[in-house]
């Protein structure tokens, strides 16, 4: 039995955690501490030449505990648990989703390189993108959800920066509406442009899906990052992020970590492996709520369009990548209401169980206006062109019986009036 390859859902009780080094705890204690105590002098010195990559590790030795910016159990014990849903090499955790995904933009990008983004993309990275990656002379080419890789690759050599791409970096299924893109192609797209001494990566933000539906590193990314504050810590309770890749990507998003000294805290890191614990429970329950609410609302009389990979038509082009990228369809779901801003707002201000907020990925259900808030600062005719419109709704679907939550959007919905033919005339 010793050789059994345990489902990640199995080892995150106890993985990596070894109860002897903690008077027999059952739980990981937090490590409240900055710093640690060596042994002698002599190992301090061998801890500190590893942790500045002064030498190469021998076969056996680990890098010690030294000072909690660079390392501390509670850090390693989570970024070693996270390892196992993605298959990655490492992981870093971060005190935020932004932490991460602005320390890899720096990390991998320098002035004249050419970054590739699909659209529409998290209002924080957007705004790093256009008001810090400009500023300090990153060219950005923005690619919408439909544009093909032909058409992608001529706007790549218009720009006349084809040769100084660095990085492609991908959101998908894309925030607010469901559109999803082929990571596969796009690795292959980075890889026609990579020379020997120069790699442009992918990277792919898989916040949507956290880590269990969508699996990015297979599909051919380099690194996968995520918002914690989302699934992974799925209780609205805690700021967080990830990044996780091969060994060597990672060592270069480590060290600038420690340097820009934005890891996350040992109290936060606890409250992750807390979380950890119940994320395949917490997100099939996730899925199949959306999936009965998606299919719900597909025949309510006020909705005109939902926006759901599991309600999308076999035989399109997106259906066809999301059996082939993911696993499941996720737990948010978009739709078009009737009656524009005041039908939407009517439904938001008359939900009861479902609470009126950004944010997502979290127990409890959340509902939302994109256009007047989560995407308020994304430019007009983009916003227009992505279906970010004013009728357009997000939900979140959390763990509650689903009976309850059809209740609660049901007599929200009641409350949104189907005007009239006549009535629109007099308006
Ligand atoms: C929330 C979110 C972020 C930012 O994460 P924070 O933890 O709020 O910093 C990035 N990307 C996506 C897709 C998100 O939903």
Redesign the pocket.
């Known amino acids: 039995m010793k050789n059994h390859d345990f489902n990640p859902e199995s080892l995150m009780m106890t993985y990596g955690y070894k109860p002897e080094l903690s008077e027999g705890a059952i739980k990981c204690p937090i490590f409240q501490t900055s710093t640690f105590v060596f042994k002698t002098a002599e190992e301090g010195k061998a801890f500190f030449e590893l942790a500045y990559g002064l030498r190469e590790k021998s076969e056996k030795e680990e890098l010690g505990l030294i000072y909690s910016r660079i390392n501390n159990p509670n850090l390693e014990i989570l970024e070693n648990r996270l390892c196992l849903w993605d298959k990655a090499d490492d992981c870093a955790v971060f005190e ?4 991460a ?1 602005s320390t890899v933009l720096l990390e991998f990008l320098k002035p004249g390189d050419l970054l590739v983004y699909s659209n529409p993309l ?1 209002g ?2 957007d705004h790093f993108i256009h008001h810090f990656l400009d500023k300090i002379g990153v060219h950005t080419i923005g690619v919408m959800p439909d544009d093909s890789i032909a058409k992608i690759e001529a706007m790549m050599n218009t720009s006349g920066k084809a040769n100084r791409l660095a990085m492609i970096y991908l ?1 998908t299924p894309a ?1 607010p509406t469901n559109d999803i893109v082929d990571i596969e192609k796009f690795k292959e797209l980075a890889v026609r442009y990579s020379t020997d001494d120069k790699k442009a990566l992918v990277a792919v ?1 898989n ?2 899906m956290g880590p269990l539906w969508q699996h990015p590193l297979q599909s051919g990314a380099d690194l996968v990052l995520y ?4 699934y992974i810590g799925g209780h609205s309770d805690l ?3 990830a990044v996780l890749g091969n060994a060597s990507l990672m060592l270069r998003v480590k060290t600038l970590r420690t340097f820009l000294g934005n890891m996350v805290s040992p109290h936060t890191a606890w409250l992750m492996l807390r979380s950890l614990e119940t994320l395949k429970v917490r997100m099939d329950q996730q899925t199949q709520n959306a999936q009965i609410i998606a299919e719900y609302l597909e025949h309510h009389p006020k909705v005109e369009k939902v926006y759901y990979l599991g309600v999308l038509q076999e035989g399109t082009e997106a259906h066809d990548i999301y059996k082939k990228q993911c696993s499941a369809p996720g737990a948010m779901v978009s739709f078009d209401i009737i009656d524009g801003e005041k039908g939407a707002f009517t439904f938001l201000n008359n939900l009861s169980l479902i609470k009126l907020a950004v ?2 990925g979290s127990t409890e259900s959340l509902a939302e206006h994109p256009k007047t808030m989560t995407h308020a600062g994304v430019d007009d005719t983009q916003r227009k062109q992505m279906n970010i419109t004013d009728q357009l709704v997000r939900l979140s679907i959390g763990v509650e019986y689903v009976k309850d939550l059809i209740w609660d959007l049901k007599q929200a919905l009641e409350k949104v009036e189907v005007i009239t033919a006549a009535e629109a005339e007099i308006i």
């Open positions: 935020s989703g932004m932490s995904i998290y924080g990275t959101e925030n933000d916040t949507y918002s914690a504050t989302k700021i967080a992020g944010s997502l």
